[in-house]
């Protein structure tokens, strides 16, 4: 059994930690990806791979001890993880609407930080050559880049035990390593400089928040719900445009008009938004499983900011600025503690915004003889999800087709359902207005 000190990103957990059933370790804090597969799968050999991950990654049976006023990581030998299976009955509809609704049924389901191993997988089979997949990993243990990193090794491991003809896995790096080499790289000089600006950046200043339809009781249970929504494929032509004539990334256009709708939510020139970014600095971990991912809080100033082009190009420079000095936000929290006030509020929310970019296994890949693609054009809204530590989380997924798939995650005890379907049309009206002339006042968008 091996123990390990806890990384800034467990740390970060910590920071949202209100117990064992709710909050960051909670047993609804999961990530979820599903993949529709096409081929033979054998459910005897698939459990098998999924052996085969759990011992190959030491962090889907990581023990996250927090007692007696120590906090760290224990390993624990390999045990075999849950594959459940489900018969889908062809009733006529299109399987894509099907599978939608099997995987928002799974999303609904429970996982807790306190067992072992931190994995579930759920075979729904349409017939013994068509069904989805879908891996569950709780977020003290993954995130979604590491459910890529999982499909591919779960791919890989199941094709070799049929006996085929696939390359074997090359030695992973473990999550534990990773918080070693954490520690280190954040005693740098590198690091120190990152703190200083931080602690000048976010001084005097405080997540933005919105309004909540409702004050959350003290010791109110979280339900989280998930909106879905697309952006159609001329609003994703004209944000990736934008992009290119302003030196920028799409996600920075996006970006833009988030900010500029939560601007007019909040009434507010000052705007510190949170965003979720893969955490992954270190190349050499690219491919282990654990919880890399990394709260970013971006401050913009949009006072004097007149159009929506100004605005792209104060969000690019925010961002760039952000991307040089990114620090665990345990580590800026502690430059700037004043930021993370917000969170004690239980009138109003604070919202994050995410792009999905993850690596392999996002369209359809052959390995081995089954097929494997992951299921991102998802339509259906549902009002049981799995959990996200506080506030409210975005999400927008460019698509291969050319649509940019959306999610917005919200906490039931605070939120209508009414309200972020406000927002989101609210939301593509802005950056519609914004693609359509750049040059638009803000105030008109």
């Known amino acids: 059994m091996s123990r390990y000190p806890l990384s800034a990103n467990l740390g970060l957990l910590c920071i949202f930690d209100k117990g064992e059933t709710d909050g960051a370790f909670g047993p609804r804090h999961l990530v979820i990806h599903g993949w529709r597969v096409r081929g033979e799968l054998d459910p005897d050999t698939l459990r098998g791979a999924l052996d085969d991950v759990v011992e190959r990654h030491e962090i889907l049976r990581t023990e996250i001890v927090r007692e007696n006023g120590e906090q760290y990581q224990r390993v624990h030998p390999p045990c075999s993880p849950e594959l459940v299976l489900h018969e889908l009955t062809d009733d006529g509809r299109p399987r894509d609407e099907q599978v939608d609704e099997f995987i928002n049924a799974v999303e609904a389901g429970r996982l807790g930080a306190d067992e072992l191993p931190h994995l579930r997988a759920e075979l729904g089979r349409f017939d013994d050559r068509d069904g989805v997949l879908v891996l569950i990993v709780h977020h003290t ?235 991102r054009r998802r339509t259906k809204s549902c009002q049981d999800t799995s959990d996200i530590p506080n506030g409210v989380l975005w999400a927008l997924d460019i698509l291969g087709d050319g649509e940019i798939a959306g999610t917005s995650r919200y906490n039931t005890e605070q939120f209508d359902r009414e309200t972020m379907v406000r927002m989101i049309d609210d939301y593509r009206g802005i950056l519609a207005a914004g693609l359509a002339d750049p040059n638009r006042p803000l105030w008109a968008l």
């Open 141 to 375: 243990a993954g995130d979604g880049w590491s459910l890529h990193v999982l499909i591919n090794d779960l791919a890989v491991s199941y094709a070799r035990r049929r006996g085929l003809d696939v390359p074997a896995l090359p030695e992973p790096r473990q999550y534990g390593e990773f918080s070693v080499w954490q520690i280190d790289d954040l005693a740098g000089e590198q690091a120190q400089a990152s703190r200083e600006y931080w602690g000048g950046k976010l001084r005097g200043g405080r997540m933005l928040d919105i309004k909540a339809d409702r004050t959350l009781a003290p010791d109110t249970p979280a339900v989280y719900a998930v909106e879905r929504f697309l952006l159609d494929a001329e609003l994703t032509r004209g944000t990736t445009e934008l992009a290119r004539v302003m030196h920028c990334s799409p996600f920075m256009v996006l970006l833009a008009a988030y900010n500029a709708l939560l601007a007019r939510m909040s009434g507010a020139t000052d705007l510190v938004v949170p965003i979720i970014t893969s955490g992954r600095a270190d190349q050499s971990h690219y491919d282990t499983i654990g919880p890399f991912f990394n709260l970013v809080p971006l401050r913009t100033d949009i006072d004097g900011c007149r159009t929506f082009s100004e605005l792209v190009l104060r969000i690019r420079a925010t961002c760039l600025e952000a991307y040089a000095h990114e620090l665990p936000f345990s580590e800026v929290v502690a430059q700037a503690p004043e930021i993370n006030k917000t969170y004690e509020r239980d009138d109003n929310a604070v919202c994050a915004i995410q792009v999905l970019q993850f690596p392999g296994m996002t369209e359809a890949e052959t390995v081995g003889d089954v097929e494997y693609a992951e299921v």
